[in-house]
């Protein structure tokens, strides 16, 4: 390597020494203004190999590539919060992206998770109904909070039947909706139900504009010293629940979290 050259400083006798921030300050904001959040480690999967390809049979990352671990309660402001539809077609890759600031302990990388507690959105899917040991149910894109409502089509001429009150969330693994055995289909049922329910909102971080930010402070001994900030990051919703997916019993899942 290079010798490195050390560049002139300018003169700072007489110049005030400026504290523009202050670490204490501002993550004491970040935690008393900021959303419940759940923040999750993303790992990229070895199972790619030299090939770069994730294993579509990996019970670690499902195929995805990522593996996201050691889920961690905290705070995080979270602004900008954009969903870009105007003059366009809904669809569900319409999905927005928002900016997040946590405080310096949680260090975000690339693919992180970020997941929103107790703030829901609302998503209206069709889902085909499958069979378990003689349990009817469905699959749903994200971990159902709360049903709103469930509908079979029973023909072009035909109201539909609404079967809401039928149905529930399995306690075990809240992706699965359970149809009682009560229901009855007519002929023209096409093997599907409409559902709309509520789900908690993810986001992954794709663009980390201050990864590093930091500020100087004078320790108790009189020293300059430098104290990293909080950090910010772009992060851009979940489409589906990545690296979630999940089987009847939920257990088609590898968890690789450790306790540290």
Not at 50 to 58: D, Q
Not at 60 to 85: E, Y
Not at 115 to 127: A, F, L, N, Q
Not at 146 to 152: A, G, L, M, P, R
Request: with cysteine; hydrophobic share 35%; proline share 3%.
């Amino acid at each position: 390597m290079a010798n490195i050259r050390q560049a002139t400083a300018p003169n700072l006798i007489g110049q005030p020494d400026n504290k523009l921030f202050k670490k204490n300050d501002f993550e004491a904001f970040v935690w008393q203004k900021g959303y419940k959040v759940i923040f999750e480690q993303a790992i990229a999967c070895p199972c790619r190999g030299t090939s770069g390809e994730a294993k579509p049979t990996c019970k670690n990352c499902l195929g995805l590539g990522w593996v996201f671990i050691n889920p961690t309660s905290t705070r995080a402001l979270i602004t900008n919060i954009n969903k870009d539809t105007k003059y366009k077609y809904w669809s569900p890759e319409l999905i927005g992206t928002i900016a997040v600031t946590v405080q310096n302990e949680n260090k975000l990388s690339y693919m992180d998770k970020i997941t929103m507690v107790d703030k829901t959105s609302i998503i209206s899917e069709v889902k085909p109904v499958l069979e378990k040991d003689g349990q009817k149910f469905i699959f749903c894109s994200y971990k159902v909070k709360k049903i709103n409502e469930v509908f079979i089509y029973e023909g072009d001429d035909t109201k539909l039947n609404r079967i809401t009150d039928l149905c529930s969330i399995k306690s075990e693994n809240n992706y699965v909706v359970l149809l009682d055995d009560s229901i009855e289909f007519s002929k023209k049922y096409n093997g599907v139900v409409s559902i709309d329910y509520e789900h908690e909102v993810s986001y992954n971080v794709i663009d980390i504009p201050h990864e590093v930010r930091s500020t100087f402070v004078i320790n108790n001994n009189g020293q300059r010293e430098e104290n990293e900030m909080p950090m910010q990051a772009i992060a851009r919703r979940s489409h589906l629940s990545l690296g979630d997916s999940t089987n009847f019993d939920g257990d088609n899942v590898i968890d690789n979290s450790y306790d540290e």
